[in-house]
């Protein structure tokens, strides 16, 4: 895999062209209006709609939709670079722009009759999605009757759709699947809850359901779609053929890659003129102490950088042949949750060098850790569980611990 170094040390990962390379520099060009209101955003707990209506404008809400859809149909490589050069001026937008298209990918992965529903009508559509099954489902005549909470839905405000997770019970009560279910966002109660130190413009409220109908074609069961056993017809569609877990893992690192990338920036640029008080050195880039820091730091984006791309090009290029088998899931998984550390790490280190300014609400690094230490402790970036359900691959110890891998 060929990857290029900025002249600050990050790896600008895959060399790009063609329709990804134009993608990206739609999402440059909208990084100005980003950080226009990046502080608003974070102030009102939402991200503007004018943010919102750029990130649609760049084609970010159809980076994943299929092209009889009027969508990119691109992958997740496309993705992840276009939501990272989002990250680099706002975490928040660059979150729900990333959100929003892989929930719209995950809506492409149920029957035909639930993508013709969500997308035929309406090409922008914007699917937003919760996989925790915080909710119940009874079976009913034609479906499910399904009542539930589904909080952390990020980009909630903006919705049409929501996939959102549900425990489907026989008659019986007894708990048959554990599934994804579609269901319009009209149907659906905005409960504000998000109320946090870090990605506040993402609004991630809680989604609130009452015995909503949901007919049999808008329900996915994630452990058949877990083995990528999907109820989609079959079509000269590769970016469907991607593997579930991976593919929902892996887009939460763009973002973060952005941010790290954003610190490292601010840094770097301030260390030219920033006295380091208490030394003799008029700006801290004449201490050797601060080079090695920022080097660590821009050292540490790049393994991180290089894990995601590594494991992102790995589930593009088995897209075509089915599903990555439970190993190489298992190492992605591990990859994703090392990589997101990696980068909190490195914005630490960034904080150290820079000094107790880091903090001053007029600058944006106190908004950028804030929004990388929240974003990472997402439940699928959590190291520790990678870091188990890998050990037990190399083990040999066949327990699994996570549905979502």
Known sequence: MHSTTSTNGAS???????????????AAAVQPLLRKHAVRGDTDRVVPAEVVRALSDAGVFRLLTPKRY??????????????ETLGEADGSAAWVGMIISVTNWLACLFP??????????????????????????????????????????????YATWAAV?????????????QALVLIPASELVMEDTWHTAGMRGTASNTLIGQDVFVPAHRVLSVPAAAEGVYPRSSR??????????????????????????????????????????FTVHGRQADSVGV???????????????????????????????????????????????????QILEAIGILL????????????????????????????GLVPAIGLEVYGKTLLGVSERVSLMM
């Open 236 to 277: 000269e569609e590769v970016l469907y053929g991607a593997s579930f877990g991976p593919m929902l893992l892996l887009c939460l690192l763009g973002p973060l890659l952005g941010l790290g990338k954003a610190a490292l920036d601010v840094v770097a640029g301030a260390a030219a003129s920033k006295p380091l008080s």
């Open 165 to 177: 997770g549900a425990l489907l019970k026989d008659e019986h009560g007894a708990v048959v699947d």
């Open 112 to 157: 035909d009759q639930a993508q013709e529903e969500v997308f035929g009508a309406d090409p922008d559509a914007r699917v937003t999605g919760v996989a925790a099954p915080t909710g119940i489902g009874e079976r009913v005549p034609g479906g499910w009757r399904v009542s539930g909470r589904w909080s952390y839905n990020s980009g909630a405000p």
């Open 70 to 83: 009027g969508g990119q149909e691109a992958d997740l490589q496309t993705l992840t670079g276009v939501s």
């Open 352 to 379: 150290d060098t820079h000094g107790a300014s880091a903090f001053a609400e007029a600058g944006p690094l106190q908004r950028i850790w804030r929004d990388a230490n929240t974003a990472a402790r997402h439940a």
């Open 12 to 26: 600008d990962g895959p060399t790009m062209a063609g329709p990804r390379a134009e993608l990206v520099a739609a």
């Open 291 to 341: 080079q090695m820091q920022v080097a660590e730091a821009a050292l540490k984006i790049e393994t991180a950088r290089l894990h995601t791309h590594r494991a992102v090009s790995q589930v593009d290029q088995a897209a075509a042949a089915g599903p990555l088998d439970y190993p190489a899931r298992a190492h992605i998984r591990a990859q994703a949750g090392y990589a997101a550390r």
